[in-house]
């Protein structure tokens, strides 16, 4: 049997990998704890207000858009742009079409981040959500 079918295919089930396997996992875990807490409501035994609280601890509240967090998401991917700019210069001295071609993907983050910036300065919620 051939693998190097498997080379050109390795990222793409990686990425498969990374996202299908956690959410497999998380969802195996609530059905066994469905299960027990069902088995132990079947013998009549009082379920303890612990466990509720675990239960509906797992529940992430939405997360609300701040100022400061628009801020911090425009300066980490105008961090990134800069970091592919500089990679674009660095192989600008092997390919002048490696640098172009680098500099070209550095614009995509770059403008993202720039208008996550501009948005900071225009978002409602000033303050950053309290926990």
């Known amino acids: 049997m051939d693998f190097g079918i498997l080379i050109p295919l390795s990222p793409f089930i990686m990425v498969a990998a990374i996202i299908i396997v956690p959410a497999w996992l998380r969802t195996r875990e609530r059905r066994e704890m469905q299960e027990t807490v069902r088995a132990a409501i079947?013998?009549?035994?009082?379920?303890?207000?612990?466990?509720?609280?675990?239960?509906?601890?797992n529940v992430n509240p939405p997360k609300v858009s701040s100022a400061q967090r628009d801020l911090r998401i425009g300066v980490i991917l105008l961090s990134v742009s800069v970091g592919l700019v500089l990679t674009g210069l660095a192989l600008g001295g092997i390919n002048d079409n490696a640098m172009f071609g680098t500099m070209?993907?550095?614009?995509?983050?770059?403008?993202?981040?720039?208008?996550f910036v501009i948005l900071s300065f225009f978002n409602p919620n000033k303050r950053p959500p309290q926990d």
């Open 42 to 57: 079947e013998k009549g035994q009082p379920l303890p207000p612990e466990l509720i609280e675990a239960l509906t601890k």
């Open 104 to 115: 070209s993907g550095a614009a995509i983050p770059g403008m993202i981040g720039l208008a």
